[in-house]
């Protein structure tokens, strides 16, 4: 840890003028009722993502002689991306290992700054065992995707920013995977604003960090299944372990149905597209993980924005039920003419809006001459589902709970 200081946040700041952004501050009014927050938007920066920051940082400060071996990267796809656009810059051969989970967009990028990517079966970790073989077997420098304090330097650039945008900041709210951009924003904060308290943010399926912070041990998760997949990090650094320790306030974790509402609110109130990784902050924000902000100013950073366009319409969905905007109500009712008449007669009195039937034959142990009929809604709240549900029932229908 003697290697990470101000010192060396500071120098990357300058260093990072030559390819990173400051990104945009942006005031939420809608987000929370409670609290006044602001979204720090990395999900613009180069590349999508902060990542660029640690990746740039590390290859600036290499040899002649080691630019000229090369550099390898294990990563899910931001990582990469920043890699392989530092190289790039530095003129240096960049190989990069991604597990073939890794969404095509993330990969198709990741080539177009001129980087190679080799493929492995399995998750990140299988990834990274084999990078590790590689680098030492082609004598090319590792490009640690967080537990390096060079890395971790280039994303507490994001701390410098943070305070120079809202000075006056009460609390911080970001991501977790590894621990490299909480470590950095951590550090930077806390040195240069103590009062401000950090938190950490992790998807609920992946709470690595959060559970080798409550067993003060460094845990291995034995499955990391979650979309917000730049956060899906069985193990956290020992370097990141140790700074998360020292200087962060707590760590929360939300679900998969709340980043996919996250997400959703993003794209609708603020227009800006994040991926589950970079929302997971808003999330924590919109279901209230952390109660002591109320009344504070709060800014929640966005990570990155490269989420996979195959996977976009069903996390929006996904954020549409788990806020109440969609909604499927399955009945049985008499097998007989005018029946969906009447129930959809119902529901639009009730404001709701009828976007999808499906109709078939009832169950075993039902009437013989009755029928099953689902609908999928297009519903304000959950609220106001709960009305529809009464008004059928008050009419005599027969709800089957799904």
């Known amino acids: 840890m003697s290697e990470l200081s101000m010192t060396n946040i500071r120098h990357a700041a300058e260093v990072l003028k030559e390819v990173a952004r400051k990104t945009d501050m942006i005031y939420a009014p809608k987000l929370s009722g409670q609290a006044q927050v602001y979204l720090k938007t990395e999900n613009l920066q180069v590349t999508g993502s902060f990542k660029v920051r640690g990746a740039y940082y590390k290859i600036s400060k290499l ?25 790039q810059h530095r003129g240096a051969k960049a190989v990069i290992c991604m597990p073939d989970i890794a969404p095509i967009a993330k990969v198709e990028a990741t080539k177009s700054y001129g980087a190679e990517v080799r493929l492995v079966p ?13 680098c030492k077997k082609r004598k090319m420098t590792f490009v640690h995707p967080f537990d390096d304090p060079d890395v971790i330097a280039g ?18 709210l970001v991501p977790i995977g590894g621990g ?19 938190y950490g943010v992790q ?29 899906a990090v069985k193990h956290p650094g020992d370097l990141t372990f140790e700074l998360v320790n020292r200087y962060v306030d707590g760590i929360v974790t939300v679900s998969e ?67 109440g905007r969609r909604a499927e109500i ?29 109709y078939g034959p009832s169950a075993m142990d039902s009437a013989l001459a009755s029928c099953v009929l689902s609908l999928q809604l297009e519903t304000r709240d959950f609220e106001q589902i709960g009305q529809i549900h009464a008004a059928l029932e008050a009419a005599g229908y027969h709800l089957l709970r799904t």
Do not use: W
């Not at 410098?160 to 900041?169: C, R």
């Not at 509402?261 to 209230?288: N, T």
């Not at 989420?307 to 549409?320: A, F, K, M, P, Q």
């Open 257 to 323: 149905d709340e980043i996919a509402a996250a997400v959703l609110f993003l794209i609708e109130q603020r227009k800006l597209v994040c991926e589950g990784a970079g929302a997971v902050s808003v999330a924590a924000m919109i279901y209230d993980k952390i109660p002591d902000l109320h009344g504070k100013k709060v800014c929640c950073l966005l990570s990155g924005g490269n989420i996979d366009v195959n996977i976009l319409s069903r996390v929006i969905y996904r954020g549409l039920q788990a806020s």
């Open 122 to 134: 399995g998750s990140y970790d299988d990834a990274s065992a084999y990078a590790a073989e590689l």
């Open 63 to 87: 040899t002649e002689d080691e630019l000229a071996r090369g550099v390898i990267a294990c990563s899910a796809g931001n990582h990469a991306q920043g890699v392989a656009l530092g190289a």
């Open 155 to 172: 994303q507490g650039t994001v701390g410098l920013e943070i305070l120079d945008q809202l000075p006056d900041v009460d609390a911080v």
């Open 203 to 231: 998807a609920a399926e992946a709470p690595s960090m959060k559970r080798s912070i409550e067993a003060q041990d460094k845990l291995t998760l034995l499955t990391a299944n979650t979309f917000a997949d730049g956060i």
């Open 330 to 358: 399955k009945l049985t009712l008499p097998d007989k003419p005018g029946q969906l008449a009447a129930v959809s007669a119902i529901v639009s009195k009730c404001g709701g809006n009828v976007i999808g039937v499906n």
């Open 180 to 198: 490299g951009l909480i470590s950095g924003v951590a550090y930077a904060i806390k040195h240069l604003r103590p009062e401000c308290k950090v």
